[in-house]
Nanobody, 121 residues
């Protein structure tokens, strides 16, 4: 299973972007989904997660109130709406699938290749 993240790009501070993650070949509605990011020279970090039934979400403190994770189970797609972007949000963003709702990367079995988000000041 290969997840496919898209929607990254170069934006200015304060702008918005929406990332998408397609999950062909995955029984999407039975997996919790998450977004992680890795900035240059830094370790991968948790961004947001959503349960398999879109009733529960969880965010890293650094993105809370600016980012919104959502999913469309009918179309096997995960989203991350990112508002009021900051230069510190610059990173490669990865989507991932897990059997359990969790902020821990080790719980995620399937990963996408990532999409680069660059925020200029």
């Amino acid at each position: 299973v290969q997840l496919q993240a898209s929607g990254g790009g170069l934006v200015q501070a304060g702008d918005s972007l929406r990332l998408s993650c397609a999950a062909p070949g995955l029984t999407f509605s039975t997996y919790a989904m998450g977004w992680f990011r890795q900035a240059p020279g830094k370790e991968r970090e948790f961004v947001a997660a959503i349960s398999w039934v879109p009733g529960s979400t969880y965010y890293a403190d650094s993105v809370k109130d600016r980012f919104t994770v959502s999913r469309d189970n009918a179309n096997n797609t995960l989203y991350l709406q990112m508002n009021n972007l900051e230069p510190e949000d610059t990173a490669v963003y990865y989507c991932a699938a897990a059997e359990a709702f969790s902020p821990m990367a080790m719980r995620y079995a399937y990963w996408g290749r990532g999409t680069l988000v660059t925020v200029s000041s």
